[in-house]
Structure formats: C-alpha cells, structure tokens
C-alpha cells in the first residue's frame, strides 16, 4: 500500500478537441500547467495534489492497446471531487453548465452528502460532492459498545441491540413486509402498511399508526431509497417524511420540530455473534437534536417488539422442525 505523503493522483481522459477541453476546464475555475502541456496533451491542476490529463484520442493510444470509449454513449469512469460546501456544488454545476456542460441526474441531498453531476464535452461524467465532515466516523461500527448511544454532536443517533437468534432469521425478519407489519413503530404503534422493492435503487413506502408528540392517533408515512444492501451484513437507505402516495412532506407535517435535511439516512449492520446470536447497529443520520430523544425511544420499542417476534418465530420454526 502507498503511504507516501507526496503521492499524486492523475487522471487521464481522451478528449475529441483539446483546446475546447482546455478552455472548458478553465472556465471552471482549473488552472493549465504549461510544464506538462503540448499540441497533444494539457494539465489540468485541481489541487496540489490531484492533476487531469487532456489528451488527444491519437495520444491516448499510445499508453493503451484498448479501444477508446465512446464516452457520449459509454461510461468508462466517474470522477468525483469533493468541495468545502453545498454552495460550493451549486457554484461548480453552474459554472460546468454555463461552460457547456450538461447536468446528468438530480441533486442528491441525504444530509450527510449533497452532490449534482454533469457532462463534460466529451460525455466524461463529473460529480461535485459534499460530506458532512462531522459525519465521517473515528471508529469502525463494531467497534462501538453500548445501547442507546446519541452523539449529539454529529446528529447521529446510534442503537446496538442483540437478538438470541441466528442472522437469517433477524433479516428475514427486517426485509419481509408481513414481518415488518408486526413490529414496526413504537409501543402501542401498528404498521398498517408496508411496501418494499428491495433492492439497491428500489423505493419502499412506511406507515405507521399511533399517538404523535401531540398525542392525537394519526397515520406517519415514511418513504425513501434504498443505497446499499449486503445481504446479512448491511442496509443502507434515505428517509423522508412523506404522505399515503409517497409524495415527500416536511417533518413539520407530521408535527415534527427541529430543522430537518431533505433526507435523514439509516444505516443497519447485521454482525453474527458467538452462540448463535445476531448484533444489530441502527445509526440515523441527520435528526435534529431536538428529536434525539424521541427517535431513540422509538427505536428502542420497536427492537423490543421486533425481539419478542423473532423468539416466537424460532420457538414457531423449532416446533415445526421437532415434528
């Protein structure tokens, strides 16, 4: 592994006009180093540590006995580049658009990490992001010990619960509807209706039935994304406000103070433990102080709920099994 302090990072991208390709970079703020720049080939200085090399299509072949990709039809490569702010996204995206560029998808804003992407003149993809630097954790999750744990000062609210059952059981029980029906929400809560489509890029549609801050029984509708799924091991997915049809509300709808981002994110480990168990770490990203609390106790009884479920479906499923 490389550790050296002045390792650089160089990019190297085939473009069909070089010139445009220069001014392009240029109105985006980028500087050219003449030193590392010819009629086939310019530097492009992004940092002091990161360098894109423009080359023309006919230079490009000498370092690769690959055909080049048609990058106005192919992706070959995303190059992301973090920055200091969202504005600072924003500033980039505009100046990429009014420079020729063309946006490729939404900004994506899950509280921790806001990002937009464009198209550069030759098809090659750019993502400009932002990460939360609170976000970015001093430890491994299986490191982390307790119950219950609020680190107020990142927004992350943070639930370690064990289950005397294997992992398979445990997901079987968090990724199928009917089983997600019979625990989730708080105590005295029901779950009237849950949709899925599991899979990374599907959408799922939450409701849950029971008294809010305000003690009045109403409907909470939760959608959201899902970012990454590693079977027994991680769900990753946004969550957002959102009414019967999944169409997003502002948490305020639902009588929720605090200032919220446009999405929170949750993040579930599934880690097996000796004895057959199974460990659970719950970690939302991106909840107001003010609702800590209250988004812990609601974590809280519904792995209660979810706990007495699983050991009735092992003592159902050893029942089965005996006779």
Same mark, same amino acid.
């Given at each position: 592994?490389?550790?050296?302090d002045s390792?650089k990072?160089?990019v190297?991208?085939?473009?069909?006009?070089?010139?445009?390709?220069?001014?392009?970079?240029?109105k985006?703020?980028?500087?050219?180093?003449?030193q590392?720049?010819?009629? #086939?080939?310019?530097?492009?200085?992004?940092?002091?540590? /990161?360098? &894109?090399?423009? &080359?023309?299509?006919?230079?490009?072949?000498?370092f690769?006995?690959?055909?080049?990709?048609d990058s106005?039809?192919?992706?070959?490569?995303?190059?992301?580049?973090?920055? $200091?702010?969202?504005?600072?996204?924003?500033?980039? &995206?505009?100046?990429a658009?009014?420079?020729?560029? #063309?946006? #490729?998808?939404?900004?994506?804003?899950?509280?921790?990490m806001?990002? =937009?992407?464009? $198209?550069?003149?030759?098809?090659? /993809?750019?993502?400009?992001?932002?990460?939360?630097?609170?976000?970015?954790?001093?430890?491994?999750?299986?490191?982390?010990?307790?119950?219950?744990?609020?680190?107020?000062?990142n927004?992350?609210?943070? /639930?370690n619960?064990?289950?005397?059952?294997? /992992?398979?059981?445990?997901?079987? @029980?968090? #990724?199928?509807?009917?089983m997600?029906?019979?625990?989730?929400?708080?105590?005295?809560?029901?779950?009237?209706?849950?949709?899925?489509?599991?899979? @990374?890029?599907g959408?799922?549609?939450?409701c849950?039935?029971?008294?809010?801050?305000?003690? @009045?029984?109403?409907?909470?509708?939760?959608?959201?994304?899902?970012? $990454?799924?590693?079977?027994?091991?991680?769900?990753?997915?946004?969550? %957002?406000?959102?009414d019967e049809?999944?169409?997003?509300?502002?948490?305020?709808?639902?009588?929720?103070?605090?200032?919220?981002p446009?999405?929170?994110?949750?993040?579930?480990?599934?880690?097996?433990v000796?004895?057959?168990?199974?460990?659970?770490i @719950? %970690?939302?990203?991106?909840?107001?102080?003010?609702?800590?609390?209250?988004?812990? &106790?609601?974590?809280?009884?519904?792995?209660?709920?979810?706990?007495?479920?699983?050991?009735?479906?092992?003592? =159902?499923?050893?029942?089965?099994?005996?006779?």
């Open positions: 592994m490389i550790k050296n390792t990072i160089f190297n991208l085939a473009v069909n006009d070089l010139n445009k390709s220069m001014v392009f970079f240029k985006l703020g980028f500087s050219i180093n003449p590392f720049t010819d009629e #086939t080939a310019a530097c492009v200085v992004i940092s002091e540590d /990161i360098y &894109l090399m423009i &080359l023309t299509e006919s230079k490009f072949k000498q690769t006995k690959k055909q080049i990709a106005k039809k192919t992706t070959e490569v995303l190059v992301s580049l973090s920055t $200091e702010s969202k504005d600072q996204v924003n500033e980039m &995206l505009k100046k658009l009014e420079a020729g560029a #063309t946006e #490729t998808r939404e900004p994506y804003d899950y509280g921790f806001y990002g =937009r992407s464009f $198209e550069d003149l030759d098809g090659h /993809i750019w993502e400009m992001i932002w990460v939360d630097p609170n976000y970015v954790q001093k430890q491994p999750l299986k490191e982390l010990k307790g119950m219950g744990e609020t680190n107020k000062n927004k992350d609210l943070i /639930i619960r064990v289950f005397d059952v294997p /992992i398979q059981l445990v997901w079987k @029980v968090w #990724t199928n509807p009917d997600i029906k019979k625990w989730w929400g708080p105590k005295d809560f029901t779950a009237p209706e849950i949709s899925i489509d599991f899979h @990374v890029g959408k799922y549609l939450y849950m039935r029971g008294a809010g801050l305000d003690g @009045v029984v109403k409907d909470f509708w939760n959608t959201g994304k899902f970012i $990454e799924i590693e079977p027994k091991e991680k769900i990753a997915a946004t969550v %957002r406000f959102a049809h999944g169409n997003p509300v502002p948490a305020s709808h639902y009588g929720m103070p605090g200032q919220w446009e999405h929170i994110m949750l993040t579930v480990n599934f880690e097996e000796e004895g057959g168990k199974t460990k659970v @719950v %970690r939302e990203t991106g909840i107001p102080e003010v609702m800590n609390e209250p988004a812990r &106790l609601g974590w809280e009884q519904s792995l209660d709920k979810m706990a007495q479920l699983v050991f009735d479906e092992s003592k =159902r499923i050893a029942s089965v099994a005996y006779f």
